[in-house]
């Protein structure tokens, strides 16, 4: 029995070592290289700021499970998130205001405390659209009228 256990183990090992003697060598890798990073203009660079900074202060509303744990004012309240909070509110407030005005700034921080601010929306962008869709809008060609209808048919 010993035997046959033994003529099998060789077997085994004998058929691996073949296989690995068989199979072909990996091709080597070629590094793969990252496309260029394009530059921004400040203005773009202001966008960006806006809303990174706009989803960290929602984040960090969004940590706070229980509204008494942020409010600095309450007894229950958790120093780490509110100090968190806090920071994220200003940060936004700072980058906002470089872009738009500070009610607008006021108006989408009231929206994030209230829980109704949307990751897609950015103060700054939608402001500096639109003033460029309204030149658009009024520089747009009229339709031409139309003629008046004329009959081909001869009058007496």
């Given amino acids: 029995m010993k035997r046959i256990l033994v003529s099998i183990a060789l077997l085994s090992i004998t058929t691996l070592a073949l296989a690995q003697e068989q199979m072909p060598a990996p091709a080597p890798r070629k590094p793969v290289k990252a496309a260029p990073q394009k ?85 700054c962008f939608a402001k500096s659209t639109k003033p460029a869709d309204k030149k658009a809008a009024e520089k747009k060609p009229a339709a031409p009228a139309k003629a008046p209808a004329t009959s081909t048919t001869p009058t007496k």
């Fill in 39 to 123: 530059k921004l203009t400040p203005a773009e660079e202001r966008l960006v700021e806006v809303s990174n900074t706009k989803a960290k202060f929602m984040a960090a509303m969004g940590s706070c499970a229980r509204p008494e744990e942020c409010d600095p004012e309450s007894p229950r309240k958790n120093p780490e998130l509110v100090n968190m909070l806090k920071n994220a509110e200003d940060a936004f407030m700072e980058a906002c205001v470089q872009c738009a005005s500070d009610k607008d700034c006021e108006e989408e921080r009231a929206k994030i405390r209230s829980g109704r601010g949307r990751f897609g929306y950015n103060v």
